[in-house]
Each structure stands twice: as C-alpha cells, then as structure tokens.
C-alpha cells in the first residue's frame, strides 16, 4: 500500500481523529514548559536585560511563519502534482494560521524593537520582508475566499503559491540589497560559533517545538473542518440533482 | 473524422453525462437534441477541449477542430471587416470572397461591431467559421437570435460549404435547421442523481 | 500573434480611456505629492525617484483587470484558447500590448514629470531607462495576476492584493536605480538586477499564465 492512500480524505478523518488530542496536550505541555522556562528560570541577559525574554515567542512564531509558507508551497505541489484533494485543503487550512504568526512575529518584533532599537518598527530587511510575507499570505487567503469553485479555486491558489514562493524569494533579496539593517544575524543555525548561550537555546527548542506542534495540530483541525466543508458540499450538489 | 467513444464529461465537478458514444463521417453534421440543462454546452466544451474529460475518448484531426456559442467574441470597438479579418489572421487563413455575401453582411462591413443588432451579431459570428477554415465545427446554439431567412442562409452555407467540402459539424439546437442530420438525444447518456462519479468522490 | 497585438492596440485606441487614464492618474499622483509633502524643493527632489516609481506603477494598475475581462465576456477568451495560437503566446502578446498602452508612455512621460518634482539632473537619463527596464515585468506580473482573477466578478479590489507583492523587487530595484543616479552612484548593478527580473518574469510568466487561463476557462 502507498503512501499516498493516507491522503485520501476519508482515511485522513481515519488516522488524524487520534492523532490531534495528543498533539495538541503536546503542543500545550512543550508551550507551557518551554515559557515558564524561558520566562522565570533564565537569567537576565547582560546587554538586553529581561526583555531577551520575548524571543521565545518572536524566533519560534517567525520561524513557523516561513514554515507555513513552506509547507503551503509543498502541499500546493503535491495538489497539482498528484491532485490529492487533502493537500489543497491542508494548504488552504495552513494559511490563516500561518498569517497569524506573520503577525505574532511582527508585533512581538515591535515591542522587543522598541527598548532595543528606540523604535518599535524600522525598514529593516527582516522586518520588511516579513511585511511582505504577511501581504502575500493575505493575497493568498483573498484568492481562496473569492472563488467559489473548490477545484478551481485549489488550482489557481496553487499557481499563486508557487510563483509567490519566487517573487517572495526575489523581495528577500531587494529588500537585503535596498537596505542593509538593523536586526541581529539568525539567532539559531547550526554551522555558526555564536550562537545563542545554552540556557536561552534549551528553553528555545523547547517553545519552538512547541509552536511547530501547535501549528500541526491547528492545521490538522482545520485540514478536517475543510474536508467536512467539502463533503457537505459533494453531498448538497448530489441532493439538489436528486 | 469525429469519432467520440464513451465519454463521460463533467460540470461543477459532477458528471452530467457518461458513456456518450457516437461517430460522424466526413461531410456529415450531427444534431444534439436534449431538455435544457442536459449537458449540451458542457459536451461541445469538452469536445472541443475547454474541458477535460472525466473518461472517454474524443478522436478528430489535430488542429481542425472549432468552437462557436453564443457568446462569439465580436468587439464593438472593431469592423465587421476587421473582425474576421483578424480571425483569419489568427488562423493564418484568406478571408474567402464571397463569405460576407453568403451571411448576408456585405452591407455591413465597414460597420462597427457595437452598432450591430444581435441577428446581425449573430451571422457575423457565423462568418467567423466560413473564415477559419476547420473541418470539425462544435456549434452551441448557433441558431440563437437569428430570424428565418438568417437561418436558411446559415443551413445553406453548412450544408454546401462546410459538409459539401468534407467538414464535419456537431450542433446543438432546439429548431429545425432543415438539413437532412441524424440527431443524437442525449437523454439516455444522463447521469442518475444517485451514479457515483465526480471529482469530489473520495468526500463520499 | 500579431494579428492579436495589432487588434488589441486597435481596441486600446478605438476604446479610448486605455492610453489617456493612466497617463492622466500618473499626472495626477505626481501633481498630488507636493501637496502632501510641501513645496521644497530639497525634499521633492530627494523622494521623486520613488514617487515617479510608485506612481508609474499604480499608473499600470489602474488598466490590468482589462486584459482578459473584456474578451472573458464576449467569449473572445474561449475561441481564442481553441484557435492555433498557442495560449501562452497570446498571454505574452496580452502583457506586450498592456505595455505598449500604459508602459511606454508612463515611461516616455516620466522625465516631464521629473522636472515638476525637481528630480535631480544625472538623474533623468536613469529614469528613463530603469523603467524602460522595469515596466514590461510590471506588464507581465500585471497580466498573470488579471488571468487569476478573470472569472471573478468584483476581481479589480482582488488583483491589486495580489499583484501589489509581487511588484516590490521591481519596484526597489528601479526606484534604487534612480536614486543612486541621483545621488551620482552607479546604478547598474541594480539596473542589472532589474533586467533579470523582467527577463525572468518574460521566460516564466507565460506559462503560469496560460494554465491559469485554462484553469480559469474549464
């Protein structure tokens, strides 16, 4: 049996009804540890003082942001690759969720900007870029919104998520070239020396993997609110031609 | 030349109709009769490739077939001239002598699209496939708005131009056309409200 | 192609509106600014590099959700799909006669307008040139965003949130071209830059268009 015959949407309901209590008492536990943790069990940094703290929301939700950029591209693939119904849906699902934490990272960005820079927005390339993130995943949610047929409507998003991917490619590297900015260098890779010190990174992981299961779980959920959208529609069109 | 087996051709991503099988040799016209709402329209679509087909197979010379409804695409701001001028053009054609005689538009040439009368619109549209020159035509409704004479010009020019050259035309209408056509009811070939199919299928 | 590109500049100067609004908001726009920012000269002159690159841009807006609407509706759009014209050639000649219709005058009327916001001298010839550059990709992404919203009834508000994004590399490489023009830099890497981009959205553009076309006409 392939792979693929877990994307089909009846067996998606199947496996995904278990899977998301756990996920989601996952999700909160890794969230609950990893704040209290970072928040009230991690000293001062020297330079920043406690504002340092707000950095286990702003880098897990403006990494999840990009991530579900990504994860919306893949999935848009794969629809029009294999014509899955569950991945167009996943992805149309994976949207609002990841323009919520464009936002989380933009606003959390402002507030930890303000003390750090004197200013809570700047053009600055990051900041600009997730600006423009931000405007790509509203023009993505629009086109969903206004088509009214489901097919059509994954086929065309489809189309704008993979030529957004470029452009928003493309506006990352403007944006770098046009102004060279104000916003510390990644705060996490693994080929670097200076990375964050160890007592803010375990925490770190910790809220970071507890953003990307919370993002799981939230996409699982709506992922299956669309399939059963979609499947009172089949069943609505057959009954009007009965 | 046009030879259709067992389609089955989708709207809205529900089947409307399934296992349509027919054939039609060259010089020959096939009439598509039905209620409204059958699936005329979504039939000539499909044959003509605006559509997929959910299954089937629709076999016809590469790059001859044609499509024409209602909706012919005049532009108002164009001649009657400049209008098929630019179909012929399109399909790297001679715009034949006599068409606009034979649509009875010769008067009209030099008049703008938008100043037209729907009938007039109508046998402009018509024209339009005196001038591209296809051998497989899907005609939807082509009839609409035209009076009597209209109609017999059209038939006339279907019958001794494009059949008697060897074309092939599919056409759905509700008149009688007064062309000696075998007529194809798609009643038979709708699909049951309770059949599966359907793109949305794997929601059931 | 041709037969498309002449006919549909035919229509643009039958039709009417099609040269003359654009230009006419681009006048518009500009002529606006100094009544939001104040009459000095030393900040007009600093910011016109970017409100002739704004404005050129809204200008070309204004005019995408004609490309495909009107032959959407009278059907135009589903004969010329079954005709021999490749789909993707008639979506390139679409996006070269938006351009030839609102790009190249918006470009050839940018210097006049330079001169209202007292654009720098060195300037001028950079103008010129970046959006000579610059707006066939606005042409291009313009049509590929007005075929995603052919089929849509209130599409105008739609396409400019989807188009607007995806002008912002073209829009910061021409507005930088010119700025550093102005400021006596040189501006060919981004000149350069920008030419990419355009090249690019040319080579690709068509083709994503086309199959929305087709998606948009099943």
């Known amino acids: ?242 | 030349m046009l030879k259709v087996t067992n389609l089955t051709c989708v709207r809205g991503g529900l089947p409307v109709l399934s296992g349509v099988s027919f054939a039609v040799a060259a010089g020959h016209a096939l009439i598509l009769r039905g209620p409204n709402g059958i699936g005329k329209t979504t039939l000539l679509r499909t044959l003509a490739g605006l559509q997929p087909a959910e299954a089937g197979q629709i076999d016809y010379p590469e790059d001859e077939g044609a499509y024409a409804s209602h909706a012919d695409g005049i532009k108002a701001a164009l001649t009657v001239t400049e209008n098929l001028t630019f179909w012929a053009d399109v399909y790297g054609k001679p715009v034949p002598d006599d068409i606009l005689q034979r649509f009875d538009l010769a008067d009209l040439a030099g008049r703008m699209g938008g100043t037209l009368s729907a009938g007039q619109k109508r046998r402009l549209g018509l024209a339009r496939l005196g001038v591209i020159g296809r051998k497989v035509l899907f005609l939807d409704e082509p009839t609409v708005s035209l009076d009597g004479f209209s109609v017999k010009l059209f038939a006339d020019w279907l019958q001794n131009t494009h059949l008697a050259s060897g074309g092939v035309a599919v056409i759905a209408t509700h008149i009688d056309l007064g062309m000696d056509a075998p007529e194809l009811d798609l009643t038979p070939f709708k699909v049951a409200a309770g059949q599966g199919g359907g793109t949305d299928e794997a929601f059931l | 192609m041709i037969a498309l590109l002449l006919r549909d500049l035919r229509l643009a100067v039958r039709a009417g509106g099609g040269f003359g609004l654009g230009l006419a908001f681009f006048l518009i726009v500009v002529v606006l600014v100094p009544f939001g920012v104040g009459p000095e000269t030393a900040v007009l002159s600093r910011i016109a590099p970017g409100i002739l690159w704004v404005a050129s841009l809204l200008a070309a807006l204004l005019s995408l959700d004609r490309i495909f609407a009107l032959d959407f509706e009278d059907g135009a759009l589903a004969l010329i799909a079954t005709s021999p014209l490749p789909l993707e050639g008639a979506a390139l000649v679409k996006a070269l006669a938006h351009w030839i219709t609102t790009g190249l005058p918006l470009t050839l009327v940018a210097p006049a307008l330079g001169f209202l916001l007292s654009l720098a001298p060195e300037a001028y010839a950079y103008l010129l040139l970046s959006l000579l550059i610059g707006t066939p990709a606005l042409s291009m992404i313009g049509t590929f965003g007005a075929a995603l919203t052919v089929g849509l009834r209130r599409g105008g508000l739609l396409l400019s949130l989807l188009v607007l994004p995806l002008y912002v590399p073209t829009l910061i490489f021409g507005a930088e071209a010119v700025r550093r023009g102005a400021d006596g830099l040189d501006p060919t890497g981004a000149l350069m830059l920008m030419g990419g981009i355009t090249a690019g959205c040319f080579a690709v553009l068509p083709f994503a268009t086309a199959a929305v076309l087709r998606i948009n006409l099943r």
């Open chain 1, 1 to 242: 049996m392939s792979l693929w015959e877990y994307a089909n949407p009846k067996r998606f309901m199947g496996w995904t009804r278990p899977l998301l209590p756990w996920t989601f008492a996952l999700a909160v536990l890794c969230l609950v540890v990893g704040l209290v943790w970072g928040f009230f069990f991690t000293p001062d940094d020297f330079r920043q003082g406690s504002t340092v703290k707000i950095i286990y929301l702003h880098v897990p939700s403006a990494l999840m942001a990009i991530n579900a950029w990504i994860m919306m591209l893949v999935a848009s693939v794969i629809w029009v690759v294999r014509r899955h119904h569950v991945s167009a849906l996943a992805a149309r699902a994976a949207a609002p969720v990841g323009v919520v934490f464009t936002l989380i990272a933009l606003i959390t960005g402002g507030i930890w900007g303000q003390p750090m820079w004197g200013t809570y927005w700047a053009w600055d390339p990051r900041l600009t870029s997730f600006l423009i993130l931000f405007l790509f995943y509203l023009g993505y949610i629009a086109l969903w919104e206004a088509i009214e047929d489901p097919d059509t409507a994954a086929d065309l998003t489809a189309v704008l998520c993979m030529v957004g991917s470029v452009f928003a490619i493309l506006s990352r590297y403007a944006v770098l070239f046009w102004n060279q900015g104000l916003h510390q260098g990644a705060s996490l890779s693994l080929d670097k020396e200076e990375n964050v010190a160890d007592v803010f990174w375990f925490p770190l992981l910790v809220c970071i993997a507890g953003f990307v299961l919370l993002f799981i779980a939230l996409v699982l959920m709506r992922t299956r609110t669309e399939i059963r959208a979609r499947r009172i529609r089949a069943l609505e069109a057959r009954a009007r031609r009965a």
